[in-house]
């Protein structure tokens, strides 16, 4: 099993450093087909931290503060009712969910009157992102609303959208990693040394990824990253279906 996953973290990396949040979309299946839901869950989080912590650490200075702060209030709201519900989604409803998170990459982002710079608007950014990165996994598609509007320079962006995802990747580690090393120190001790493995891998797949990108123009770039996302979401909608039925 650890080869297979090891060879989707440095497949999904690549994917990551070309299309953005196809690659965390495609992991997240690959894990949950491979692990059962809680260590696929936690494992996810600790492989996109290290992707997602590299660049809000590169691009540190960028980082709107403010936005961060209060996107953290909604977050604590979305721990609290996750938290008081026990959520924690059948491997079959994981798959659905999943599946139908791609969907909202085809919302028109631009009609939506959404700007993560306005206070009640970074409070539900961090409210819903959190609260679906928690349940099911990913939720780049549904942060990407939040910030096509946000009058910040694009690495401000950038920065800011991948500080909100290491609080929502840290939150999902405690949630999901917590119980399991508490009630299972050998699944916690396989999940860790899994990561340790994963994270050069990881970022020497989010490297050529990077290399692939400069050779895509920006027409080509987002439909494909439409696509892709839209493709993966059947596929999991099926499986979850499938499941289901079983």
């Known amino acids: 099993m650890l080869p297979l996953i090891l060879l989707a973290a440095f497949l999904t990396a690549i994917v990551s450093g070309v299309f953005g949040m196809a690659g965390g979309l495609m992991l997240m299946g690959a894990l949950a087909f491979l692990l059962p839901?809680?260590?696929?869950?936690?494992?996810?989080?600790?492989?996109?931290?290290v992707a997602n912590g590299s660049r809000a650490a590169l691009l540190w200075r960028f980082v709107d503060g403010r936005v961060l702060a209060i996107y953290v209030g909604g977050a604590a709201a979305a721990v609290a009712v996750v938290v008081s519900l026990?959520?924690?989604?059948?491997?079959?409803?994981?798959?659905?969910v999943l599946g139908l998170t791609p969907a909202l990459a085809w919302v028109p982002k631009k009609r939506l009157n959404l700007d993560a710079a306005r206070p009640a608007h970074a409070v539900a950014c961090g409210f819903l992102v959190t609260g679906l990165n928690v349940v099911a996994g990913v939720s780049g598609p549904?942060?990407?609303?939040?910030?096509?509007?946000?009058?910040?320079?694009?690495?401000?962006?950038?920065?800011?959208?991948?500080?909100?995802?290491?609080?929502?990747?840290?939150?999902?580690?405690?949630?999901?990693?917590a119980p399991l090393a508490l009630a299972d120190p050998q699944t916690s001790r396989f999940l860790l040394t899994t990561f340790a493995a994963c994270v050069p891998l990881t970022l020497l797949g989010t490297w050529a990824g990077g290399r692939i990108l400069h050779r895509l123009d920006d027409v080509r770039f987002r439909d494909w990253t439409k696509w892709i996302v839209s493709a993966l979401g059947l596929a999991y909608i099926v499986r979850g279906v499938v499941l289901l039925a079983g």
């Open 86 to 96: 026990a959520i924690v989604l059948p491997k079959a409803w994981l798959f659905v």
């Open 37 to 49: 839901v809680e260590p696929a869950l936690a494992l996810h989080g600790l492989i996109q931290s």
């Open 142 to 177: 549904l942060l990407d609303v939040f910030f096509v509007r946000t009058e910040r320079d694009r690495r401000a962006i950038v920065a800011t959208k991948a500080a909100t995802q290491v609080i929502s990747h840290g939150v999902k580690i405690v949630y999901y990693g």
